[in-house]
């Protein structure tokens, strides 16, 4: 009895454990990318509109509108929350300094518009990334 | 005025909206906005306007396109605005430049610019990203946004990674500014006599700005410099006989910022210093020099906001200015020192992604900021050195 709510335990715990790593979100790119591996300053390069070229490739990022995934990998590459991505982007977009994101409804969305798009990349869950290259994690 | 609002407000629709731009037709990005805003202060202080009455003069509008290929990326933004006597709701070229970046580390870009200046200047006109209603007018007075907003020539940029998670922003401009008889600036440089400006300019505009973002996550420090080379103005001295031509030039109207902004959660700080100089040579057309004047601006603020949840953002600053002059001539002019204290709070609320409202306070401490024109005298010895300030605004960016 003992040994059989043990087993159920740790079946449990694996289960929560892979729960969690197949939320990790990482960057994807379009498959003109593969090949392509980006250190955390050049993800920061490139989410902040600094570098604008990947690849031989212009970057097109692709984001969701709503997404914790992307909240928290934003928050830890780039120091910004969702709001302050928007911001800063809005920011160099009215101002002559760059083209905007491309926002769609999902991640779903996300990874179709990415797969679709040269050059183009998104934050996504990292179960959801089908064949797509991951460039950054 | 109604129509071309009406015109930027229909094409957002037509190309629906997101929280960056209004939509994209063949690969080019459009967007814009449109506000609305009302002032009004206690006391028979006029500030940016006839604010002592309630002004609803208080407007900006713009509309914008991108196209990026490669290393290429190519765009302009028509902007229309009106602050009191200023602007008109006449809809000019706000920035219209083409960019060639080959690498992270360098970038060209020509045409109309937004001038780089401290944390805020390129982006003053971009009401969605701030809670503030009015930025602090010591280092961003809105009368002089077509004096501080592009300039016509070219710039260098990029950013250039110096390890250890530290990054260096810089920016360096040389061209011109194109400058007004009836823009605000004409009225804030000729704030000593106000005699009728027929004529203001200047040769060449050169500077830049250098922003390190340090290892510290959310810390920036930076540094912004520009020199306008024979910067002056002609003026004529209609109470005199032959109306004689006064004029005042400066082979170089220096400015300089310091800024720092450090960025915790949902928490922005931000503190900004400097100061313009410039040493006038004064006199009239034809005639040998009657003197100088020696100007010194100092100016600073400090400032921060805080996001609370989706719908609402606070923010407060204080800002302090002071302007001096000095005269050597023959004649005994002593100017009096412009001085203004301005503390302030903000509250934003977004309605969606692109409707907000936004209300503020200031409690002003003297008042050396309020202009005193030929059209609009307002004496030094005639103002209310200790009055209030309501702001209120509605943007809708698309």
């Not at chain 1, 043990?6 to 593969?34: H, K, M, Q, R, Y």
């Not at chain 2, 990203?129 to 710039?155: C, E, H, K, T, W």
């Not at chain 2, 210093?273 to 603020?301: E, H, N, R």
Request: charged content about 20%.
């Amino acid at each position: 009895m003992m040994i059989s709510k043990l087993f159920g335990v740790c079946a449990v715990a694996a289960a929560l454990a892979v729960s969690t790593a197949s939320a990790a979100p990482v960057l994807i790119g379009n498959s003109s990318l593969d090949g392509v591996s980006l250190s955390d300053s050049d993800i920061q390069a490139v989410l902040l509109g600094k570098n604008v070229s990947l690849g031989g490739k212009r970057v097109v990022i692709v984001v969701a509108k709503a997404s914790d995934g992307q909240e928290a990998f934003l928050k830890s590459k780039i120091g910004k929350t969702g709001s302050q991505f928007n911001n800063h982007w809005r920011k160099l977009f009215m101002t002559g300094g760059g083209v905007a994101p491309t926002q769609v409804a999902a991640e779903s969305d996300v990874v179709s518009v990415v797969a679709a798009t040269s050059g183009a990349i998104g934050i996504v869950d990292d179960s959801l990334v089908g064949g797509l290259p991951v460039v950054g994690k | 005025m109604k129509q071309k609002i009406g015109a930027i407000i229909a094409m957002s629709i037509l190309l629906g909206s997101s929280s960056f731009g209004a939509g994209s037709w063949k690969g080019i990005q459009f967007g814009g906005f449109v506000s609305q805003g009302y002032l009004e202060n206690t006391g028979d202080n006029d500030y940016l306007g006839e604010t002592s009455e309630g002004m609803y003069d208080f407007r900006e509008y713009a509309a914008n396109a991108s196209y990026a290929i490669g290393e290429w990326r190519i765009g302009a933004q028509v902007f229309g605005q009106k602050l009191g006597n200023y602007g008109n709701d006449e809809l000019s070229l706000d920035w219209a430049t083409i960019d060639y970046q080959p690498s992270q580390w360098f970038g060209v870009r020509a045409g109309r610019v937004k001038t780089p200046r401290g944390l805020y200047n390129e982006a003053l006109d971009v009401d969605s990203i701030r809670p503030f209603v009015l930025m602090p007018q010591s280092v961003y007075d809105a009368r002089l946004r077509d004096f501080n907003a592009s300039f016509d020539g070219g710039m260098v940029f990029g950013n250039v990674e110096i390890g250890d998670s530290n990054s260096v922003d810089y920016k360096l401009y040389y061209g011109e500014v194109p400058m007004k008889l009836n823009s605000g600036a004409s009225d804030y440089f000729n704030t000593d006599f106000p005699l009728p400006n027929t004529r203001i300019g200047m040769d060449t505009a050169r500077g830049g700005s250098l922003f390190w973002n340090t290892s510290i996550e959310g810390l920036r420090l930076g540094y912004s410099s520009s020199v306008f080379k024979d910067f002056g103005m002609d003026r004529i001295i209609t109470a005199w006989p032959g109306e004689p031509t006064y004029y005042k030039v400066t082979s170089g109207y220096k400015r300089q910022l310091f800024s720092a902004e450090y960025s915790t959660g949902d928490w922005v700080f931000a503190i900004e210093g400097g100061g313009d100089s410039a040493l006038y040579d004064l006199g009239y057309i034809g005639a040998p020099s009657a003197g100088t004047q020696d100007v010194a601006v100092d100016y600073g603020y400090v400032s921060v906001s805080r996001r609370l949840n989706e719908k609402f953002e606070m923010g407060a600053y204080y800002s302090y200015s002071k302007e001096s002059s000095v005269f050597d001539t023959d004649e005994n002019i002593v100017a009096p020192d412009f001085e203004q204290k301005d503390i302030s709070v903000s509250i934003r609320y977004d309605l969606n992604y692109n409707l907000l409202f936004k209300l503020e306070a200031h409690y002003m401490d003297g008042s050396g900021k309020i202009f005193s024109t030929p059209a609009y005298p307002q004496p030094v010895e005639n103002r209310d050195n200790s009055w209030t300030l309501f702001a209120v605004k509605t943007t809708y960016t698309f």
